[in-house]
């Protein structure tokens, strides 16, 4: 089982950026895929960025493509989410999650394929 921590978040205001950060501890390795999801009041969570670092594969939501980036360090067991040019519509609480990925290099994008999850951390755009 793999343990997530997010952090990062806070209030900016639109056109600004934030970096998220998702420390993972416990069972970790390259054999993993991970994503960020997202979850405004009243909504759905939803799928923003994932990478299957068995491959390093990303894929990114229509709505964050060429604002958002998915990254990791290894050393650090650390993954990030860079979010530039920020709009109010970005407001959300973001979560890390993990899973096991050992015979695919596809990355995974619904809620229902992972099985850790953060705590979640507020991102709060202003207008």
């Known amino acids: 089982q793999v343990q997530l921590v997010e952090s990062g978040g806070g209030l900016v205001q639109a056109g600004g950026s934030l970096r998220l950060s998702c420390a993972a501890s416990?069972?970790?390795?390259?054999?993993?895929?991970m994503a960020w999801f997202r979850q405004a009041p009243g909504k759905e969570r939803e799928f923003v960025a994932g990478v299957n670092w068995r491959g390093g594969r990303t894929a990114y939501a229509d709505s964050v493509k060429g604002r958002f980036t998915i990254s990791g360090d290894n050393a650090k067991n650390t993954m990030y989410l860079q979010m530039n040019s920020l709009i109010p519509e970005d407001t959300a609480i973001y979560y890390c999650?993990?899973?096991?990925?050992?015979?695919?290099?596809?990355?995974?994008?619904?809620?229902?394929?992972?099985?850790?999850w953060g705590q979640g951390t507020q991102v709060t755009v202003s207008s």
């Open positions: 416990g069972r970790t390795g390259s054999n993993y895929a």
């Open positions: 999650a993990a899973r096991t990925a050992l015979f695919t290099t596809s990355v995974y994008t619904a809620v229902s394929d992972f099985g850790s």
